[in-house]
């Protein structure tokens, strides 16, 4: 798998980029010839048997609720969506077209190679509309089989993206390099960053195709303003 913003096959030359039931008290029968103090305290054992009960109810209902608050933090953790904040930052979507700065125009998005990277950005600038896109590219006649073929994850600062409901959108590189100086179509996912706050932060992509598996970092930092 070779990735430069898109998954690639070299095979096909497209180049890649990357109620509990609770238990009653049971019956009693009256002794006919039972006293008044014999009534008041099995009427005691019968209250004292319920007050026990209840507490046992109560006690099993809220331990199921904390079992389920517990399941809930224990498990995968929300995806962020269109529209969503994290911190001060909006995650929404975007095209390059609408973006004050491409995160890509500073990062290195080119990879050859299936493997796990990290890689280390420059300073990206202080700007409210920043683009953190990324995708493949393949011949313009190739890149709906080769976009299909590929299951994409991405996460920033940690927080899992729910890619799907961003969408892509499709742009023309012209004479690209890792294309040979060929035209191609490169497809990305509309994941813009507004208000990116300053200091550090990372975005990672996981690509995956019959060819195999890339997964990289990006770190960056955004310059004060």
Wanted: net charge positive; with cysteine; hydrophobic share 45%.
């Amino acid at each position: 798998m070779q990735l430069v913003e898109v998954l690639y096959e070299r095979r096909t030359g497209a180049v890649p980029v990357l109620s509990r039931e609770l238990a009653e008290p049971g019956n009693r029968r009256a002794a006919p010839d039972a006293s008044a103090a014999t009534c008041a305290l099995t009427d005691t054992s019968a209250r004292s048997t319920l007050e026990a009960a209840m507490r046992w109810s109560t006690g099993y209902v809220v331990a199921v609720a904390m079992g389920a608050a517990f399941t809930a933090v224990g498990g995968a953790a929300a995806q962020v969506e269109p529209g969503d904040r994290l911190g001060r930052m909006a995650v929404v979507r975007g095209t390059v077209a609408t973006a004050d700065h491409k995160l890509f125009d500073t990062c290195d998005p080119v990879i050859l190679t299936s493997g796990r990277y990290e890689r280390r950005c420059g300073v990206v600038p202080h700007v409210n509309r920043l683009f953190i896109g990324y995708g493949l590219f393949a011949p313009t006649r190739k890149i709906a089989q080769v976009w299909a073929g590929t299951t994409w994850k991405a996460w920033f600062d940690g927080h899992p993206l729910a890619l799907s409901a961003f969408g892509s959108s499709d742009r023309t590189l012209y004479a690209f390099p890792p294309a040979g100086g060929k035209n191609v179509t490169l497809r990305e996912w509309r994941v813009m960053l507004v208000g990116a706050t300053r200091g550090r932060h990372a975005i990672r992509y996981r690509a995956h195709d019959a060819s195999g598996t890339i997964d990289a970092t990006w770190r960056f930092t955004v310059a004060a303003r």
